[in-house]
C-alpha cells in the first residue's frame, strides 16, 4: 500500500497570504489529523476529521481550517498568514475501525515558510 | 490532562550497543494507548511500535521493544545493536481512543560508528 502523501513539500508565502495543504491517507483510512511541528512549541494538534465531520480540534485560531473529501483526502487551509505559522505541517492517517486504540501514519510533511 | 514527560534531550550510543529511551505519561483514564515515532532529519514520522493499556506483554518490533511498567506509568523503548541509521528524534506518544495524540519533548539519538 502506499504511504500518506501530502503536498506540496516546500512552501514559501509571504505575511497576509494564504496557503492550501493537501494530504492523501493511506488507502481504507478514513481519519485524517493535523499536526503543526515547531522548533519552540514542539508537535501541537490542529484537528482530525473522519468520514468528512471535524471529530477532534486543537487550540488554533480560525485561521487554520480544514476539510475532508468524500475519499478521505484532505486539505487544510491557513488564512492571512504570519510568520509565526512557519512550521513542519504533519499529516496522519487511521484505520479506525471499532472502537480501540489506533496507531496514526504520517506523511512526510509540508514545509512551510513565511516572510 | 494527557501527558508526556522525556526527559533526555540527548543520547549518545555506539554502533552495535543497546540503547533505553525514557518516557513516562500521566492519564487517569485506564484504556489508552502508547507510542514510538521516529523523526529523521527529512522530518517524516516513522511509526515504530505501538502498546496498549490492557496489553500484558511488552510490545516488539524487530530491534525495538517497549519496556512498559503501568505501575509506573513508563512506556521506555529499547532499541538492541544500534545502527547508524538510528540517528535521528524520537518521540513518545499517547492516545485515548480515538482522540488526538499528545507528544512529548522528544530524545536525539546519535549513534556513532
Known amino acids: 500500500k502506499a504511504g500518506v502523501t501530502q503536498t506540496p513539500r516546500y512552501l514559501i508565502k509571504t505575511r497576509g497570504q494564504q496557503v492550501t495543504l493537501s494530504c492523501s491517507p493511506i488507502s481504507g483510512h478514513r481519519s485524517v489529523s493535523w499536526y503543526q511541528q515547531t522548533p519552540g512549541q514542539g508537535l501541537q494538534f490542529l484537528f482530525e476529521y473522519f468520514s468528512e465531520t471535524q471529530r477532534n480540534k486543537g487550540n488554533f485560531p480560525g485561521r487554520f481550517s480544514g476539510r475532508q473529501f468524500s475519499n478521505s483526502r484532505s486539505e487544510m487551509n491557513v488564512s492571512t498568514l504570519e510568520l509565526g505559522d512557519s512550521a513542519l505541517y504533519l499529516c496522519?492517517?487511521?484505520?479506525?475501525?471499532?472502537?480501540?486504540?489506533?496507531?496514526?501514519?504520517f506523511g512526510p510533511g509540508t514545509r512551510l515558510t513565511v516572510t | 490532562a494527557q501527558k508526556i514527560t522525556q526527559t533526555q534531550p540527548g543520547m549518545f550510543v555506539q554502533e552495535k550497543e543497546a540503547v533505553t529511551l525514557d518516557c513516562t505519561y500521566d492519564?487517569?483514564?485506564?484504556?489508552?494507548?502508547l507510542f514510538w515515532y521516529k523523526q529523521p532529519s527529512s522530518g517524516e514520522m516513522i511509526f515504530l511500535i505501538y502498546q496498549g493499556s490492557y496489553d500484558q506483554q511488552n510490545a516488539t518490533e524487530g530491534r525495538y521493544s517497549l519496556n512498559f511498567q503501568k505501575a509506573r506509568k513508563s512506556a521506555n523503548l529499547v532499541i538492541s545493536a544500534s545502527q547508524l541509521g538510528d540517528s535521528a528524534m524520537y518521540f513518545c506518544?499517547?492516545?485515548?481512543?480515538?482522540?488526538?495524540?499528545?507528544f512529548g519533548t522528544g530524545t536525539r539519538l546519535l549513534v556513532s560508528p
Open positions: 496522519a492517517s487511521s484505520l479506525e475501525e471499532g472502537r480501540g486504540t489506533y496507531e496514526q501514519y
Open positions: 492519564t487517569s483514564d485506564p484504556s489508552y494507548g
Open positions: 506518544a499517547m492516545r485515548l481512543g480515538f482522540q488526538k495524540l499528545v
